[in-house]
């Protein structure tokens, strides 16, 4: 039979093993889960495996915290229309989902500057980043979210004229973002981005504008289509203005080289010209000196060479005139001979 000691130990260690198993919580990925002790908050409990005392601690589970998504869908005519599903960020657990989320209210009408009504789709993307702050510092974090985007939105586009808030969608979206941080910090979240999907105006004033951006369109292809012809003017003038300036560097290294070529050839034959009048020169006094010294040696010579200089005159006169006689050498002797009997008969 078990002692008493025994049977003591035994219920404390299945006591101590029960407890052990209720204290043990197990968190998944990407959830918490805000531990009260004794109804005031003690501690959050992050994923993985967490200890809490049985009896004492309690994760809370009074309140579910819930987004509304919108998802279009196409009716049975093709016709798309947007529908509204809620998502429960907290299950019966109490844990409560830290991903980024999403809120997409429904559209509402607002007013810009220039009174024309607008219509935009406005989507907000979130995340819960201390989530006890979450559970006790608002009542209803969606409805809370919901008022505060839609007051938000109407102060930043009352800002703004039609046109600005056409163009200015990403600026827009950034300052409702900053406007959303700051009002929601004691919410527990984090506001990661805004984003505005689409602007619609009324129907009238749609059918106004569709037709203003058509003609604005159709002015900016006008001037993009000036400024393409302007262009090409442009390098077609630079080109021909390129061209110009080559030819005429053409022209110049041409009459440079036409005239070094004639430079060079004038030189050329002035060298030559020289040379020939250098060599006639000095053969001349080559000439004069053979003659000097044959008159030297021989005093005749120079008669008989003045003959045979004089020979060519005398034959050119005798052919020009019309009364000259050509006597042969023989007749020219008797000639001779008869004259000088003459003389010799008038002295006698």
Request: net charge negative; glycine share 6%.
């Amino acid at each position: 039979m078990l002692s008493p000691e025994i049977i003591l130990v035994g219920i404390i260690t299945v006591l101590v093993i029960i407890f052990a198993f209720l204290g043990i919580k197990v968190v998944p990925e990407s959830k918490a889960a805000v531990v009260e002790r004794l109804g005031k908050y003690n501690k959050t409990l992050t994923s993985g495996v967490n200890f809490i005392i049985p009896g004492i601690d309690t994760i809370t589970k009074k309140k579910r915290i819930y987004t509304i998504v919108g998802t279009e869908k196409a009716d049975l005519h093709g016709n798309k229309k947007k529908s509204y599903e809620r998502y429960d960020l907290s299950d019966n657990n109490g844990f409560i989902e830290l991903s980024e989320q999403i809120i997409d209210p429904e559209s509402i009408n607002v007013i810009a500057s220039d009174n024309a009504v607008l219509i935009p789709d406005i989507i907000c993307h979130f995340m819960i980043v201390e989530p006890h702050k979450t559970l006790y510092n608002v009542n209803d974090l969606y409805v809370s979210m919901n008022s505060l985007l839609e007051t938000t939105l109407r102060q930043s586009i009352g800002r703004l004229d039609s046109d600005q808030v056409v163009v200015s969608r990403a600026v827009l979206g950034n300052d409702i973002k900053s406007e959303l941080e700051r009002a929601s910090e004691s919410w527990g979240i984090r506001v990661t981005r805004v984003e505005i999907e689409s602007i619609l105006f009324e129907d009238s004033v749609q059918e106004k504008l569709t037709k203003a951006r058509e003609a604005e369109l159709e002015r900016r292809a006008a001037v993009i289509a000036e400024k393409e012809t302007r262009d090409r003017e442009i390098l077609k003038a630079e080109a021909d203005k390129k061209a110009a300036i080559l030819r005429a560097e053409g022209e110049k290294t041409a009459i440079l080289l036409r005239s070094e070529a004639q430079f060079e050839s004038d030189r050329l034959k002035a060298e030559g010209e020289y040379l020939l009048a250098s060599r006639q020169a000095e053969g001349e006094a080559k000439g004069i000196e053979a003659l000097a010294l044959a008159v030297q040696n021989n005093p005749d010579a120079v008669i008989a060479l003045k003959a045979i200089e004089a020979q060519p005159k005398i034959a050119d006169a005798f052919g020009k005139s019309n009364n000259a006689i050509i006597i042969p050498n023989e007749t020219a002797g008797i000639i001779g001979s008869m004259a000088t009997l003459k003389n010799l008969w008038n002295k006698v």
